[in-house]
């Protein structure tokens, strides 16, 4: 399996973003790691592996990107508000740098977003805050409520990088292109977050597959089963 290092200057964080590319040629997949995870991850934790065969046969190409949660979300030292701020250049980073970059050298109008655990909430939270660019989004074990990392803290930085808030007052048409799953299992951690997601797409008429899984940690052996299923069933 190919695989390529990218360092990608951003000017929006004013560094640099470390990348990790698997495949030759496919649709593309970017994957945001898990808390406080890095571009290494998905590799080092065998989800790379689970995949193999449909990235080796060409269908997917996997972007697997750096976070910043240590300067934003997980950012001990930091404001509230500055925690928001932090991640909103994060999400400019993607949107106007990163994603068309990624659409250019692919060739594709939209891509496939996926993660797991934290992962799944910045795959989510990408998918819905800019759906005219994805138009795949897997979220494994995902939450979609950050308010435990600013406090009481709100303001509309909060509110707009919250699914449970601002879903509710979305049209749901915007979201009808997209495939959408939200993958979850009955000892799974955030089981409660992902049933609350689907009773609100529900809600909202949005399409997507909720798959809730047998007695299963929320863990990277769940993963390694629901990321390959789910890319298997995406195209």
Not at 6 to 25: F, P, V
Not at 133 to 151: C, E, H, K, N, T
């Amino acid at each position: 399996m190919q695989e390529n290092h990218i360092s990608y200057y951003s000017h929006h964080l004013g560094r640099s973003i470390d990348m990790l590319i698997y495949g030759h040629w496919g649709y593309p997949i970017l994957v945001f790691p898990t808390t406080l995870g890095d571009h290494h991850q998905a590799k080092g934790m065998g989800l790379i592996d689970s995949v193999r065969g449909l990235v080796e046969s060409g269908k997917y190409k996997i972007y697997c990107i750096d976070g910043i949660d240590k300067e934003s979300w997980y950012g001990r030292h930091l404001t509230p508000a500055q925690k928001v701020l932090n991640h909103i250049q994060y999400d400019k980073f993607l949107t106007n740098e990163l994603v068309p970059y990624i659409q250019r050298e692919c060739s594709v109008d939209k891509i496939g977003v996926a993660g797991c655990s934290f992962g799944g909430f910045h795959a989510f939270n990408f998918a819905f805050r800019h759906p005219e660019q994805v138009a795949y989004l897997i979220s494994m074990s995902g939450a979609f409520d950050i308010r435990s990392f600013v406090g009481g803290y709100y303001d509309d930085n909060v509110h707009f990088n919250n699914p449970i808030d601002y879903i509710p007052n979305e049209q749901g048409w915007r979201y009808n292109h997209m495939k959408i799953v939200l993958g979850s299992s009955e000892w799974d951690i955030c089981l409660n977050a992902n049933l609350t997601m689907t009773r609100i797409l529900n809600n909202k008429g949005i399409d997507h597959w909720s798959d809730i899984r047998g007695w299963e940690l929320h863990d990277w052996p769940l993963w390694h089963r629901m990321f390959p299923d789910y890319l298997s069933k995406m195209m």
